[in-house]
């Protein structure tokens, strides 16, 4: 589903070079659920960007479900993003101005072809699935951290994508409201069979996914 070979990343400004990545080769095979670990810095957050599309290597290849996204211009990286791969963050990302059917639905108004009928049946199918029906018309405002992370999540897989990236998905969130988005994302992998790939602080949680990958300095370690 994901391969990434020789996969590095460099920021530079005029004073300063930083490698952030270094030689990362990955395999992650469809329908898995894997948990990316290390400490802060050490370019969790830039791995999941990169495979996200949301930013480009330095040096390397990124090949998702067989397509080479080095070929692709900004167009084609656009339209596969939005078809392919949905987010989860950890401060949420939800507009404060639109109520939670509109925030839900936003990766479909960016999606040719879907009627709003088909979209507004779509929204309300994923909101009564996360329990979240009766706040349709609340604002982010309105709600708890717990019901935002699964109005994010709704969001995240309102076009059905093949995968699903969080980054840090508890991390603003109490024990509670953390092990519920687990129980979610879990529900996604083995129901839907989805591929997730999470980035956590968190060793409970990542011990609950099949599989940890380490990282320290910008290199793979285990």
């Known amino acids: 589903m994901i391969t990434l070979k020789g996969v590095d990343k460099i920021y530079r400004t005029k004073e300063i070079e930083t490698l952030a990545l270094e ?11 894997v948990s990316i670990m290390g400490p802060s810095g050490c370019g969790k957050s830039t791995l999941l960007n990169i495979i996200g599309l949301l930013d480009v290597p330095t040096n390397g290849t990124v090949t998702i479900m067989g397509d080479k996204t080095g070929n692709m211009n900004d167009s084609r990286l656009s339209e596969f993003r939005n078809r392919n791969i949905g987010f989860v963050f950890q401060s949420f990302h ?6 939670v059917a509109d925030n839900v639905a936003l990766p479909l108004a960016y999606r040719h072809g879907v009627s709003g009928k088909e979209r507004d049946e779509k929204v309300a199918e994923v909101l009564t699935r ?20 699964r109005v994010a999540i709704a969001r995240a897989i309102i076009g059905d994508p093949q995968i699903v ?14 092990q519920e988005v687990m129980e979610i994302l879990h529900a996604l992998n083995k129901e839907d069979g989805r591929t997730i790939v999470m980035v956590t602080h968190n060793e409970s949680q990542a011990r609950m996914t099949d599989r940890i990958i380490r990282f320290f300095d910008g290199r793979q370690v285990e």
């Open 94 to 99: 939800l507009i404060p101005s639109l109520n």
């Open 130 to 149: 996360l329990g979240l029906s009766h706040r349709m018309r609340h604002f982010p405002g309105q709600l708890s951290g717990g019901q935002c992370q």
């Open 165 to 178: 990236l969080a980054d840090e998905p508890t991390g603003n969130l109490d024990s509670t409201m953390g």
């Open 23 to 33: 030689n990362v080769n990955l395999d992650i095979e469809k329908g898995e659920f």
